[in-house]
């Protein structure tokens, strides 16, 4: 069966059915007239038919090749179709981008940037997960998985996109009613708002000029969900931790207030990862340099501030 589908035979006989000789076709091909004749004769020894009538003068095809070379037509041009495509998509973007993020990373700055790649290229179409919890890109057949804090995950190709700072806050009510010196020292003793996804969520490291802190925190209340942490905080219940880029806007509103801000707790990455492969496609290629330069700008900001 392998044998059949040989496409340089196809094209072997094609090109002697359209020009009528095997030296004509050889001269089109660019390769010796016996080259042409071997060729076609596998390919009848394979097929277990003469395609090709053969005399000193001409060639014509039998009834079988007639009926073959209108079948090899579609062939070779559903080929080149393809080849096309998957040529085109290696430059252009194209198709469907299948994409994961976590919920508060996908709401606050994945969507944006689907806005602006649909907008440079309209005829794409995107299917957007955001779950906080960790997809597998093989078996869910995800294009990219944008994950956020620390990668654990070794069989994956990855690119670092940018930086997080975590940072523990509290309602202004929340915050008014802890000491005015509390430090992560009595954070056990504090009622705290956990969420279930948070890796590490059992203890956290404090440090601050060379002093470090690990303590173990005390949920009150945990939630599967990043967004159900979030409300819970701005609903007074306790503290949280969070990504800088979930929070930053409460606390330029006055919503939220940061805690232990003199403190600092380990920096994460945000990564965009993808499933083994030699080659990347446009489409993925094109979104993950948009979100590169999203990062940028938010660690700019970040920085300014």
Known sequence: MAELLNLNRLAYFTTVMETGSFTAAAD????????????????????????????????????????FYDRAMIILREAEAAYGEISHGAVEPSGTLR??????????????????????????RV???????????????????????????????????????????ASPAFAASLPPDVTPRQARSLAWVGNAQLRGIGQWLFSRDGETVLTELNPIIMCDKSPAAHACVLAGIGLGVFPDYSVSDDI??????????????????????????????????AFVELLAAAEKKRSRGRTMA
């Open 127 to 169: 299917e957007a997960i955001f779950d906080d919890a960790v997809s597998n890109l093989v078996d869910e057949q995800i294009d990219l998985g944008i994950r956020v804090g620390w990668l654990t995950d070794s069989s994956n190709q990855a690119r670092r996109l940018g930086t997080i700072r975590q940072t523990v806050v």
């Open 28 to 67: 089109r091909l660019g390769v010796a007239k016996a080259v042409v004749s071997h060729q076609i004769g596998k390919l009848e020894e394979e097929l277990g038919a003469t395609l090709l009538q053969r005399t000193t003068r001409r060639v014509t095809p039998t009834e079988e090749g007639r009926l």
């Open 99 to 124: 994409l994961t993020a976590p919920l508060d990373y996908g709401t606050k700055m994945v969507a944006p940037v689907m806005a602006a790649y649909l907008k440079i290229y309209p005829h794409m």
């Open 252 to 285: 330029a509103e006055g919503r939220l207030v940061p805690v232990f801000a003199d403190w600092r707790l380990p920096t994460g990455g945000i990564h965009a990862v993808f499933p083994p492969a030699r080659f990347r496609p446009a489409k993925v290629r």
